[in-house]
């Protein structure tokens, strides 16, 4: 979190001690696997006279978990975006909150997109630890039906196809969305660094001289 040189001294202590919390939460739960993660918290909660049903505590346990992983990639998304984008916006007069959410922040989500896909995918996989807590998620009911009919081989066979068509959806779904975040073929910014004069021309239908 940025300290501000300006900020008094209760907003600067306010803001060292949430960017020490935050960074604490972020080291331990990626730290640490979401297996032993989901032992912790539920039995660990139970002692202390919080008894979540199975289902709440393994929302909350994949929504810490995530939460410390998407946190670092939201902010290597800004990170990439180049330092000359806020300071243009605030050239021309744009606050700090307006210049993150109308300048930095779009371009911060379509570069982490990827990341986006493969957390998603990661989870579904993962829900599978889920189990220890005895939550009926796939791989527990899949199991508990290969030891009833003592048919292994077909039962964790048929629950490698469901994963495999659930991360597969998912990841063709985002790439729908980065195609569309792309915009079309031929969107060019005119005036931009980023195209040749030469392609300019073309975009407006004016003749390229060729040597």
Not at 64 to 70: E, K, L, Q, S, V
């Amino acid at each position: 979190i940025p300290v501000n040189k300006k900020d008094n001294i209760f907003k600067k202590i306010l803001l060292k001690t949430v960017g020490f919390i935050l960074n604490v939460y972020i080291e331990v739960f990626r730290g640490t696997p979401m297996i032993v993660q989901a032992m912790v918290i539920y039995y660990g909660s139970a002692m202390v006279g919080i008894n979540m049903p199975v289902l709440v505590a393994a929302v909350v346990i994949v929504s810490i978990n995530t939460g410390a992983y998407m946190a670092e990639i939201i902010r290597g998304g800004i990170i990439s975006v180049d330092k000359g984008q806020k300071e243009g916006a605030h050239a021309i007069g744009m606050t700090h909150w307006q210049s993150m959410v109308h300048v930095v922040l779009p371009q911060a989500v379509r570069n982490i997109m990827p990341s986006i896909g493969n957390e998603f995918v990661v989870n579904i996989k993962d829900s599978s630890v889920l189990n220890v807590i005895a939550v009926s998620e796939l791989f527990f009911v899949g199991k508990s039906a290969a030891g009833t009919y003592a048919r292994y081989f077909e039962a964790f066979a048929i629950i490698a196809a469901i994963y495999f068509v659930l991360t597969f959806t998912t990841t063709r779904l985002l790439r729908l969305l980065e195609k569309k975040m792309d915009g079309g073929k031929h969107y060019t910014i005119y005036g931009s660094q980023s195209a040749s004069d030469a392609s300019i021309k073309v975009e407006q239908g004016e003749a390229v001289p060729h040597d």
